[in-house]
């Protein structure tokens, strides 16, 4: 993963990547096996796992699925968050916490994660599979008590609200949910990053402008955020829809993983550059920053432009004219939250406590059915066995359970302490 900070460079080989963004986008959905297993197999568990779904009611929690840093990051915002009124839901902090009485249930997949590997093996399937039983797991009522209980033993609470926290599970992972969904006739949320941060762009745009994508290389290539850009497009083109924009079908996205680094200033010129690089002219009204350890760094970076806005220096007359004049750098992991509670107001699911949000933490454990020889260090898989697992295996090589100091490495636990103070505290940290 990337790093985006003032002052901070980054490290990653440059690339340029037009509209397409990455492969073509495949518009007929064929669901993943494991949905289709979960609405139709009445022995597996997985089915009974959706099946026994009770609704939660508005007590259920927020679960966040995905890689360590993206949902530790994501459940340290929900936790913390006051972008809002409570009462009036109007945009206005009050002082309170935006989710007051939730409960935040980040799932953490520290075995399976992270998932640019899977795509690099050609075993993208796997990553759908693996974001499916995140959800049905995250819904399910139980899970099991350690990486030895393969016989789901312990109770747990149902998701009311259910969040990918990776831009490369989210789309096609978000599809199979929706599905499972339909199917099933469950009243359960569903929201993803990808989604979230585009829909930001199309509802916020006020003239006919670019949206920009600031993005590691593996979330790129996979064309996830071309694929969601193209169908929001269509439905804002549309002049049957509610929402039609005649300008809508001009708008390009520019997906760019350049090398920058030096303070916040530096970092915007040479995204822009890059952009103009690139041979595009008409502005940049939004670029998503797709990095959820630099979800704060956005600050800096919007303060940067406002800065060269105001500015008439020559050098940066060019990077200007590929600014509207309200454009603004956001993070995936911000607009979640805001989608999260819109949500939840939308559909009367808060609990209406007077309460400080809780937290309760699950993770990914390997299996003990996995071989010695495929593990190293602490519950790590080796690599090679890691990505070429094959989908609808009869060995479960991973397993659902309560968060504990063990179920990361050493790694895994300094980025949330460091990135998540809060969850850290209230999951792991030992008194």
């Not at 929690?61 to 994501?74: K, R, S």
């Not at 630099?294 to 500015?311: F, G």
């Not at 007077?354 to 699950?362: H, I, N, R, S, T």
């Not at 071989?371 to 060995?395: A, F, M």
Request: charged share 20%.
């Amino acid at each position: 993963m990337f790093r985006i900070a003032s002052y901070i460079p980054l490290s990653f080989a440059a690339l340029f990547l037009a509209v397409s963004c990455g492969r073509e986008a495949v518009s007929d959905f064929v669901p993943a096996a494991l949905a289709e297993t979960a609405v139709s197999d009445t022995s597996s568990v997985w089915h009974k796992c959706i099946a026994g779904y009770t609704g939660s009611g508005n007590d259920g929690p927020i679960a966040i699925f995905g890689g360590v840093e993206e949902t530790a990051v994501l459940s340290e915002v929900l936790l913390t968050a006051d972008m809002f009124d409570n009462i009036d839901g109007s945009s206005d902090p009050d002082g309170l916490p935006d989710f007051a009485g939730e409960t935040v249930m980040p799932v953490f997949d520290a075995v399976n994660s992270p998932y640019a590997g899977y795509f690099v093996a050609g075993n993208g399937d796997f990553v759908r599979e693996v974001a499916m039983k995140g959800f049905l797991s995250s819904v399910s009522g139980h899970c099991s008590s350690s990486a030895f209980d393969q016989k789901l033993s312990l109770e747990k609470p149902e998701a009311k609200l259910f969040i990918f926290s990776s831009s490369l599970m989210s789309v096609s992972g978000n599809e199979d949910v929706e599905y499972v969904l339909e199917r099933t006739g469950k009243n359960v949320g569903i929201l993803n990053p990808v989604e979230s941060s585009v829909s930001f762009f199309f509802s916020t745009a006020r003239e006919n402008t670019n949206l920009g994508v600031w993005a590691d290389e593996a979330v790129v290539r996979s064309g996830v955020y071309s694929g969601v850009f193209g169908k929001l497009r269509a439905k804002y083109a549309d002049r049957h829809n509610d929402c039609y924009r005649e300008w809508a079908e001009s708008q390009e996205i520019a997906c760019l993983s350049p090398e920058m680094k030096g303070n916040a200033r530096e970092m915007v010129l040479g995204y822009l550059e890059a952009y103009l690089d690139a041979s595009y002219t008409v502005p940049l009204s939004c670029v998503i920053v797709d990095d959820p350890g630099a979800c704060h760094a956005v600050d800096s970076l919007n303060a940067a432009v406002a800065e060269i806005l105001a500015s008439e220096a020559p050098e940066t007359e060019a990077c200007r004219s590929v600014l509207a004049g309200d454009f603004v750098f956001i993070s995936p992991v911000r607009t979640l939250a805001r989608d999260a509670y819109g949500w939840l107001r939308r559909n009367d699911r808060f609990t209406h406590y007077v309460a400080a949000p809780q937290v309760c933490g699950y993770a990914t454990a390997v299996s003990p059915r996995v071989n010695p020889e495929n593990i190293v260090g602490n519950g790590v898989l080796e690599d090679g066995y890691k990505y070429e697992r094959p989908q609808g295996s009869d060995v479960e090589t991973f397993l659902f359970t309560p968060v504990s100091q063990s179920s990361f490495a050493d790694r895994d636990l300094r980025i949330i302490r460091d990135l998540a103070p809060v969850t850290y505290k209230s999951l792991i940290y030992v008194y």
